[in-house]
């Protein structure tokens, strides 16, 4: 089982799902999102076209963008 993908900010409710994460023993993968740049770009928006954090990718490739 592939590690579930979190792109985040390191503060908010990204870090609330790291804690809950840790807590449940899931793997995950913190991809770290620069709120000022990255977040606005193209290459997020295909990801989230809110362009908001967090967005997990499960392993079969669901992404969910509301937590």
Do not use: H, W
Not at 23 to 38: A, F, S
Request: hydrophobic share 40%; charged share 20%.
């Amino acid at each position: 089982m592939e590690p579930i993908l979190l792109y985040g900010v390191p503060a908010g409710s990204s870090m609330g799902l790291v804690a809950a994460f840790e807590c449940l023993g899931q793997p995950y993968r913190l991809c770290r999102v620069d709120m000022l740049t990255e977040m606005k770009n193209d290459a997020y928006a295909s990801i989230n076209g809110r362009q908001e954090t967090p967005v997990l990718i499960a392993d079969e490739g669901r992404v969910l963008t509301e937590t």
